[in-house]
């Protein structure tokens, strides 16, 4: 900013204007005096140039003179008294009179602290004080029963405009409210007809930049009485004490930027005032007064407006909270039900997308995901399971946040814009970055017209020297802009929904991950139990087992003579079911064995495996006259060779076993769909196998035919097969055509 009497100088255009020291102009406006004081001895260091024309005293002389030079012992005494207060703000204005030769002058005096320093405003008072304040008081009484009376945000704000215009005179008031972008929209109007609308305008974030914003926060109300000001340096230019330029940034007559004089003279405004509305203490929006003559508001009549500014910040929260306070009541409704699905649920998944409610609900989304264990689980309008999986990757990597949202995900991640129909709104709630672990709430988009007050982009002017600088737009009239790749914006309850639910599932996870493990405790103890008992069984059974075996030969042999035809077939008999007993009892045995054995873990070649097992069941083999057909060389596993080597075992001598065809075949491969982990089947054209057994035939000792039929045999191997793939961290099952054949697939993990 350019600033007269200063050693910098900061040339302003809107490529830079966010970068404006507005805080520190070096100079204010000329309808009153700033004094900057020394805090003990109230000495004068600073003062702005234009005293001669209020006081009759230059400003040189008044450098480093005591304050009493302007002000009697008593008007001294009170502003110390004053000064004594922490929070200045409450005692303003404190009325000052200076006498000037034969007169004296009433000022309103305005104080605050600075960097230790005291700053001390003086403005002078133009009106009768007191008559001034019971009329604004009832002014202001009457604004306030209006807008508690008010059911709405735009009632309110309508409301206020009216009031604000009645009590300051201005010719127009606007009541103007920013986006979460920081663009402002003018939601209320009180103007003459001659004058044009800038209703339902709205218009960008550089007009009011960040830093502008800053001091609207810390100052309830902004004052210029007359654009075309020549503004009064402040001499000298830097603080004696600390050599800084003065910080005015709570004061009411800092001077104003360049550029907004530029804007206000463009918009055809000669006086403006802003009152700040405050939500959550962030600027919600202004009471934005504009003029098209100079207009200066007495302190008073300014003070009554902050006042009403408060307390409409006050009423603005209420009634916007209470215009949610249904669809927050619904979401917090829809919360309940899910945590009560979570917990009833074993998966918590399917409480969260499987009923009614569902956490479509809980955002008001048209699509979700729940992104878990690398899988995942969609419902609604989502995009793509690649298009999900290649924005999971991009979160895991940009993102780490436990919460994000979007209204426009394209303008991030710019292969979002394909996905516009389903996911041009984003909501992402961390469950575990680590894990990739993610619920992504998804909105479509919605195609907006939205109506700027002039073009809001900034322009290039040609200045007379042929260089370029960018300036405010110099038109205001209605500039139309369609809005595409966005959704509508996520709510402020919605978001914190979202946060409320991601506590409620990591409890319910941790709480079903401690259940697991006390499961898998008593799992594993019950297991070790029930293996200790099969082995000591099979060994207590098989003693007195082989007694009644070998007393039944003892009597055939000693006693055949003396026992009839009958009674020979009987102990016949007694021999088969003992001789049954003890297969079953070894088959049990063998069983156990595996659930305690340690599996010896190595790349194992099936091709070598297979072949070996074929060679052992070669006798069988030619007896049955089956063909053994391997597709393809099989690969190479990871796995325990001899437990590995039982499972090929069991399943082709089953294919063996159970085939009546004249022309039997078993083929042996593995497929090629899933790479990791790799499948493998041997398959026969055997007898098959019904449906209805699909699930008994992996049970032990469960036989489909009588003993005797297809070569007899305990019905453990299947159960045996099942067990040891298991244990290789696999699964088995079976596809079977009653009469026409079978087979049985697993898998097993591929070496790397």
Sequence with gaps: MNTDNTDTTFEVDLSNCNKEPIHIPGSIQPHGVILALESAELTIFQVSNNTFSFFGIHPENLINQNLDILLGKEQINLLKDCLKNTDLPIVNPIEFCIKLHDKSINFDGIIHRSNGFIILELEPILSEKNHAFFNFYHLVKLAMLKLQAATNVSEISQILAKEVKRITGFDRVMVYRFDKNWNGTVIAEEKPEYLTSYLGLCYPASDIPQQARKLYTENWLRLIPNVNYQAATIIPTNNPVNNQPLNLSSSVLRSVSPLHIEYMQNMGVTASMSISIIKNKQLWGLISCHHQSPKYVPYEIRSACEFLGQMTSLEMSVKEDSENTESKIKVKSVHGKLIEYMSLDNNFIDALIKHQPN????????????????????????????????????????????????????????????????????????????????????????????????????????????????????????????????????????????????????????????????????????????????????????EPLRGIHNYSNFLIEDYGEIIDAEGKEKLMTLIRLTQRMEDLIDS???????????????????????????????????????????????????????????????????????????????????????????????????????????DSVFRIFKRLHSPSKYGGGTGAGLTIVKKIVERHGGTIWLESTYGKGSTFYFTLQETE
């Design 359 to 542: 956490i479509l609900h809980l955002v008001n989304a048209a699509g979700a995901a729940v992104c878990f264990n690398d899988q995942y689980h969609i419902i609604g309008k989502t995009p793509t399971t690649q298009d999900i999986h290649d924005l999971v990757n991009w979160i895991s990597q940009n993102l780490h946040e436990e919460i994000f949202y979007t209204d426009s995900l394209a303008k991030i991640y710019p292969e979002a814009e394909k996905l516009r129909n389903v996911a041009s709104g984003l909501m992402i709630l961390s469950i575990s970055k680590s894990q990739k672990n993610y619920i992504l709430w998804f909105r479509p988009e919605v195609v907006q017209t939205v109506n700027w007050g002039g073009n809001p982009h900034k322009p290039v002017e040609v200045v007379a020297n042929g260089s370029v600088r960018l300036s405010p737009r110099k038109s205001f009239d209605l500039w139309k802009e369609t809005v595409l790749l966005q959704s509508l914006p996520w709510k402020s309850y919605e978001v914190n929904a979202a946060i409320e639910l991601r506590s409620a599932i990591i409890s319910v996870v941790l709480r079903k991950a401690d259940e697991l493990a006390q499961l898998n405790i008593e799992l594993e103890r019950s297991n070790k139990e029930l293996d200790a008992f099969a082995y000591i069984a099979s060994h207590d059974l098989k």
């Design 588 to 694: 049990l045995l063998h069983f156990s064995r595996l659930g305690r054995v340690d599996l010896s873990m190595q790349p194992t070649n099936l091709n070598d495996l297979v072949h070996r097992i074929l060679d052992m069941l070669n006798l069988r083999i030619q007896e049955s006259g089956v063909e053994i057909r391997i597709p393809r060389p099989l690969p190479t596993v990871y796995g325990d060779r001899v437990q590995l080597g039982e499972v090929f075992s069991n399943l082709i001598a089953n294919a063996i076993k159970y085939n009546d065809k004249p022309n039997k075949w078993i083929e042996i491969g593995y497929l090629d769909n899933v790479p990791r982990p790799i499948t493998f089947y041997v398959q026969d054209n055997g007898i098959g196998i019904k449906e209805k057994h699909f």
